[in-house]
């Protein structure tokens, strides 16, 4: 993963656990070690698709893009698995008989 990507990914992890873990002490919360990975992995993802969101429209933001694969695929499943739910719902359960 690109310094240009990673870097503003721990920057928004960091402050995400930061929040995690005031919350955690604030209400005398048990810190869950599954939380603090869970936002971390999130971060990246986060800012991962921003760039991919924003790279159509923004050529500078394509050259970024390299080393992040995973993030594609992961969105192309995304965006199928929503379709398919979509179509079931409007296509088949709307027109489901009650009997």
Same mark, same amino acid.
């Given at each position: ?7 503003? %990914? ?6 995400? +656990?930061?929040?995690?873990? /005031?919350?955690?002490?604030? =209400? ?6 599954? +939380? ?6 999130? %971060? ?10 924003? %790279?159509? /429209?923004?050529? %500078? ?31 088949f359960k709307s027109t489901?008989? =009650?009997g």
């Amino acid at each position: 993963m690109d310094k240009t990507i990673l870097i503003p %990914s721990v920057v928004l992890a960091l402050i995400l +656990i930061g929040i995690y873990l /005031f919350r955690c002490y604030k =209400n005398k919360i048990e810190a869950n070690n599954t +939380i603090l990975i869970s936002s971390i992995l999130n %971060s990246s993802g986060i800012i991962c698709g921003i760039a991919l969101a924003l %790279s159509p /429209f923004f050529p %500078s933001i394509k050259q970024l893009l390299g080393g992040i694969d995973i993030y594609i695929v992961i969105g192309g499943i995304a965006v199928l698995f929503v379709s398919f739910q979509a179509i079931y719902k409007d296509v088949f359960k709307s027109t489901q008989g =009650n009997g």
